[in-house]
């Protein structure tokens, strides 16, 4: 059985691996999962800025009104955005139409449930489910069909509960932000001037084809660049959807997610907010990320790749704060997923706090040299299994001993292995990676099958 759902919602390529079709199919999968009950149902629905976006929106809004659902569409909007509206405004369940980072051929669909969380592996299968017996779905008739609503008033409750997360103002404070011409763009740029901070704005102009066009948080240097050129206190980066966050400091170097959570963490527990002083990082946290932590009376735990692991490591506990080196940080108090503008704004408080520079910041954790390489697959299903990448992974992990690791994974939204490798020596990192990297190609490479 093929299955839908990745680590992120549904995504794929727009009408080839991702249809409208599909996404009409999803809507009345999803209604008839989450309106059980008797009684009108609603349903919010956001999207980045791709071309894709409009075309996807109205054959899931269809197949939702289809099975009796209202919707509400609150068009060009953050993806945190749609989990915090659909908290708060009562939606029964929320659905941003993006492809996060993904270059702007591909889009997803991702659903939230009415506490704007996203839905459990077990949720999405019951989902699928229902779609694979599409004939069974009840079709309303008459008055009990659903109706489609504009509500671009909606992105102004969010804008305003982003800058309710911070007091005083930002003045003082020369900013250059990039927006990858995706979901942030009208967004940050604006709420930073409003906080009084003087913004440069960089790939801000979407066009329906230039998100994530190397631009945002995967490609970064001209942000570095410009946060150079102009003198600048710091730079921001985001993604097509805005749920994640980097920065650039004032020297240019970059700030992943591991340090913007180590000193979010940091003035948390100074202010006594961080809960068991704990910090959920995941399996791609740096080492320097829990060494830095430990010697500040903190400690980390692991989770695997995806904010929404981890934040269900920190719904267990009640953790205060949790996130992944791409950028993804979530800070509950404030939403219920990664928020890439909340993420900014809380940053800036520290930076404004602490009478430090960026760079100051940025060096409270020794960042130990990462190799990360991806080897397109043919096929991801049993490389676990595969006896030569096992071995030359376990020849490696004897190689670096107790001073370095070696993580190999399957991308869960992308026909690719990743392999990533730490330690001290970033020449012997290289090598090994390398010959890691040259098994998975041989074994189960694109090229080689």
Sequence with gaps: MVTLFGTDGVRGLVNSTLMPELAYQLGRAAGAYFCKASGKHRFLIGMDTRISGSMLTAALSAGLCASGVDVDLAGVIPTPGIAYLTRTEGYDAGVMISASHNPFPDNGIKF????????????????????????EIPRPTGDKIGVISHRPELADKYRAHVLS??????????????????????FLPAMLEELGAEVTAIFHEP????????CGSTHIETLQKKVLELGADCGIANDGDADRCLFVDEKGQVMDG???MLINALQM?????????????????NLGFGKALKENGCQTVSTQVGDRYVLEEMLKHDYSIGGEQSG???????????????????TLKVLRESGKTMSELNHLMVTYP???KNVEVYSKNGWEDNELIRDSIRAA??????????????SGTEPLIRVMGEGKEINQLERIIDDIASVVEHELGVENN
Excluded: W
Excluded at 207 to 214: A, K
């Design 112 to 135: 939230f449930d009415k506490n704007g969380y996203k839905l459990p592996d077990e949720t999405e299968e019951d989902i699928e489910n229902i779609l694979r017996h599409d004939e």
């Design 165 to 186: 997360t911070v007091q005083g103002d930002f003045k003082g404070l020369k900013i250059v932000t990039d927006s990858a011409n995706g979901a942030a763009s009208d």
């Design 207 to 214: 066009n329906g084809v230039n998100i994530n066009n190397g």
């Design 258 to 260: 591991d340090h913007l």
């Design 269 to 285: 527990k100074k202010e006594e907010r961080l809960h068991e002083n704990m910090v959920v990082g995941t399996v791609m946290s």
């Design 328 to 346: 993804h940080i979530i800070f509950p108090e404030f939403n219920t997923t990664g928020d890439g503008l909340i993420t900014a704004v809380q």
């Design 370 to 372: 990462q190799i990360l």
């Design 397 to 410: 992990e004897e190689e670096l001993g107790s001073d370095g690791r070696i993580l190999v994974r399957a």
